[in-house]
């Protein structure tokens, strides 16, 4: 079987580097993630240059915020470090945000364009 063949998850990418970094033979490290030393070796090199990472605990919460981390995702999706799954998830968050986004556009339009001195109630989503 060969690196490409293997299906790796980030959390075996994450044992991987930590195994290493203590210390570990690549006899042990292969052995904890059931591959051979030659697959553990060439998926080190692949992931060491950039470990995998998990999302920021917190993204700025802006146009621009989101952008970045659409962008990081879409970087770390092609460079391996996280699953389609993830980048899918983190896009569908994404698109939910801009939907409400545009309604809360929507209603900021229809308020000011109303003659009513009432204005619609606070529509603070996204702060806390």
């Given at each position: 079987?060969?690196?490409?063949?293997?299906?790796?998850?980030?959390?075996?990418?994450?044992?991987?580097?930590?195994?290493?970094?203590?210390?570990?033979?690549?006899?042990?490290?292969?052995?904890?993630?059931?591959?051979?030393?030659?697959?553990?070796?060439?998926?080190?090199?692949?992931?060491?240059?950039?470990?995998?990472?998990?999302?920021?605990?917190?993204?700025?919460?802006?146009?621009?915020?989101?952008?970045?981390?659409l962008f990081d995702t879409m970087e770390a999706l092609m460079t391996g470090r996280i699953e389609a799954g993830d980048a899918k998830a983190v896009a569908t968050l994404a698109s939910a945000i801009c939907k409400t986004v545009e309604l809360e556009m929507e209603a900021e339009k229809l308020r000011r364009s109303s003659d009513s001195a009432s204005p619609l109630s606070a529509l603070r989503l996204g702060v806390r």
């Amino acid at each position: 079987m060969n690196a490409e063949a293997r299906k790796w998850a980030r959390e075996d990418d994450l044992e991987l580097i930590r195994m290493v970094e203590n210390g570990s033979s690549w006899a042990t490290v292969a052995d904890e993630l059931s591959a051979s030393v030659d697959e553990c070796k060439a998926r080190h090199a692949l992931v060491a240059k950039s470990p995998p990472s998990r999302p920021a605990a917190e993204t700025t919460r802006t146009s621009a915020g989101l952008r970045d981390t659409l962008f990081d995702t879409m970087e770390a999706l092609m460079t391996g470090r996280i699953e389609a799954g993830d980048a899918k998830a983190v896009a569908t968050l994404a698109s939910a945000i801009c939907k409400t986004v545009e309604l809360e556009m929507e209603a900021e339009k229809l308020r000011r364009s109303s003659d009513s001195a009432s204005p619609l109630s606070a529509l603070r989503l996204g702060v806390r």
